[in-house]
């Protein structure tokens, strides 16, 4: 069975701090994709970005960046000079392999990042 | 843009009323999906649908049967409505077989009295 893992529940930073979001998966498959989705007050989960298994290379999005490891199942997420907008609850997901249907995804049960002023 | 569109953003209901949650998505995508989201579980999936009229169950489909007469629109029926069906209940879809992204809609958080 796959499993997430964000065993951050909440974490609190001074804006302008930098802030790194953990996320921990197992899974049997060996091909995958893993995510993050970004849930505001709004309430609407948007995403930030798909990996699969088989690219390690670290991404860059402005001041976001990725940092996915396969020897130790991990995919963090790092914000820099963290501001008040990227407070939100951020989800970190795990596609299984495709069984001929839809790809389910297997969420962790989030962080919730509160940037203060 | 993806645009996926939920019915409501807040109903309260009885308990033991039918409730209809619709999502509608206008991206011609294939693969759509309901999850709850409770607080401390995350999301969890309740059915998803891969085609017309095709449908399957996810992790907690007890309580809950779904329609998808159209590709585009994707319905949650609770047909009891109970106090633990109190949540927060989101629509996704994705564009075809394989590992796409989902997109979700804004949500519609769900209160049964």
């Known amino acids: 069975a796959q499993k997430v893992t964000q065993a951050q529940t909440e974490i609190s930073v001074v804006e302008k701090e930098d802030v790194t979001l953990d996320c921990v998966y197992e899974t049997r498959d060996t091909t995958y994709y893993l995510f993050w989705y970004k849930q505001p007050p709004s309430g609407e989960l948007v995403f930030l970005i798909r990996?699969?298994?088989?690219?390690?290379q670290n991404e860059i999005s402005g001041r976001y960046s990725w940092n996915f490891q396969k020897s130790t199942s991990s995919f963090n997420f790092t914000i820099t000079a963290s501001q008040v907008v990227d407070s939100a609850v951020y989800f970190c997901?795990?596609?299984?392999?495709?069984?001929?249907?839809?790809?389910?995804?297997?969420f962790g049960t989030g962080t919730r990042l509160q940037v203060t002023l | 843009d993806v645009k996926v569109t939920q019915s409501s953003r807040y109903l309260v209901k009885r308990t033991g009323e039918k409730v209809f949650l619709e999502c509608v998505q206008d991206?011609?995508?294939?693969?759509m999906f309901w999850y709850r989201q409770d607080p401390g579980l995350g999301l969890r999936l309740i059915y998803f649908?891969?085609?017309?009229?095709?449908?399957e169950k996810g992790d907690i489909p007890e309580g809950y049967s779904v329609s998808r007469e159209k590709k585009e629109r994707f319905s949650l029926i609770l047909e009891s409505a109970s106090t633990n069906q109190t949540s927060m209940y989101l629509c996704?879809?994705?564009?075809?077989?394989?590992?796409?992204?989902?997109?979700f809609g804004p949500g519609t958080r769900l209160l049964v009295l």
């Open positions: 996704a879809s994705s564009l075809r077989q394989g590992q796409e992204t989902q997109y």
């Open positions: 990996r699969n298994s088989f690219d390690e």
């Open positions: 991206m011609d995508h294939e693969n």
């Open positions: 649908s891969y085609d017309v009229k095709m449908k």
């Open positions: 997901a795990l596609s299984e392999a495709s069984t001929g249907t839809a790809s389910k995804l297997t």
